[in-house]
């Protein structure tokens, strides 16, 4: 791997990350896109090889027309094989296959002393450990093979239907979590009261039938231009949600979905993130464990519903208990929710703090890949085994996010 | 089954070219390069992708005494030729081609020179056939001279005019000559320029060879089509004004 002189290095994917995981300030980026050939693919054995730079989307047309599946997928398929890793991605399928991570059988890491290691849970286990869910900060991932699933159809069937608690968010969860892969809610960050928590449960499994078809996109939507004020303000918001969250019926509805409008919702609008204005916004996503759920989360919405800040873009779930080998990721048994706040200043600054010290007397913790402003000590409460993470790190590598919230051991 | 025989195989735009023919299915390659690690990681990469087959030939294509040679090793591997793709090509340090005519003319070697030869040989082998594609990827930079890159644009103009000449040639020999003339595209070769609205990613101009290779289209080919009206603006320019670009 050629080094250079100037300050630290870090790999960078596709930048979808939406804090400073993927960015390096003080040092050099190793941009990782052109990286972005397939070594093999198992149409049998059900197993591809790639380089780091190959995005989930070009992995979805290769494999899903032969009856493939990435096991593990995010809100997205624009991020790349490396970026998934290295933030160990997880989805609406938590409780089933885990994390992205959970279903990497080995890699290829290239660290800075020149040596190429195989990493796998047998091979160069702690470093294979440290590297899911570690932020990019083990060295450069050359190759990974990766473990597929089996699909009989590219379209998912299953139900969406309003809720009206959080109590009835609990139950449908525990419910569905057996008879459903994917399982996600949307939230009416705003209702408060006996509406607090009230909003529209999604489930759903892979069809038997309906054939293989890689994407059924159309032309994307774009947003053009970013507009001089955020469009998602305070009375935008109540307006959206109240109208979003009465459109739904209240009533089961059977329903059929291309995975890719189901799966990938915001990538057929391009550009989304222009909405929010010049000042953009800062995503929040936290978990709280399994016993402090309920309580911890109805706490978190009030403080949310109380404050007028929010999105239209809220999505709540609960984690399973499928272990990930990552010594970082985020993930934990336990419900998790994730959503924009449009920067407004000190304030939004403050409500994340006190959505913080929420999360931290539950025990649960923050997505690194979605945080531009935790403090250090959030970090290390959230994070146990992140003395055991340091002494894997390489020497040479580094980045905004580890310079301001690992910074101590350095 | 799809007979396909790229030079300059690891260039961005016959990469993104091949990728597009193995996902179609049925394609078998001979990939020559330069690069032998790089061939072997393309040829797999095509064959993850659903090529039949993808071998490789490690070749300098400056050598130009080799290239005739080449060109039948490609054709008894594949047992004929149904695409030819002609991609490789450096950009010149303008400075030192001035400065020097040697430099000058060992890039005209690898930019004009081979492959000129190459469509030469490529093109009686198809016309032996009955039939073929042969893609030579030129430039717009050939189509006017500019200041800042003449000896670049110089090269490619001699392959735009050969080309063209020899697909008018061929046609009623069932060959069909593409000659394709990108603008600017966003590769490893153009890695330290600035890019701005008129760039285009080494996909798409891929997709427009693809697309006419398919439609067995010969002639001029601007990609994005786009260029071909900047280009006649350009062509119709004043020297003060390109003297500007």
Redo the contacts between chains.
Sequence with gaps: MPMLDDGPVLARGNGRSYGDVCLNDEGTLLTTR?LD?????DAEAGE?V?EPGVLLSDIL??VVPKGWFLPVVPGTRLVTVGGAIANDVHGKNHHRFGTFGTNVLDFRLLRSDGTALTCSRDENAELFAATIGGLGLTGLIAEARLKLRPIASSYLEGEQFRFDTLDEFFALSEASEASHEYTAAWIDCLAEGDRLGRGHFMRANHAADGGLDPAARSLPLAVPLTPPLSLVNRASLRVFNTLYYERQRAHEVSRRWHFDPYLFPLDSIANWNRLYGPKGFLQYQCVVPGNEARAASAELLKEISRSGQGSPLVVFKMFGDVASPGLLSFPMKGATLALDFPLLGERTFELLDRLDAIVRQAGGRLYPAKDARMSAEMFEKGYPALDRFMKQIDPVFGSGFQRRVMGRAR | MTRIVIFGATSAIAQAAARQWA?AGGARFVLVGRNETALG??A??LV???AEEATTKPADLAALDALGGLCAEAEEALGGIDIALIAHGVLPDQAEVTASADALLTNLGVNALSPAALMVELGRIMKRQGHGNLVVISSVAGDRGRPSNWAYGGAKAMLSVMGEGMGLELDSAGVNVLVVKPGFVDT?MTADFPKGPLWASADQVAGSIVRAVRRKRGGVLYAPGWWRWIMLVVAFAPGFLVKRL
Excluded: H, N, S
Aim: hydrophobic letters at 60%; one cysteine or more; aromatic letters at 10%.
């Design positions: 052109a050939k397939f070594v093999l693919f591809l790639c047309d290769l | 996902a990681d393309i797999a990469d993850a992708r659903g490893p």
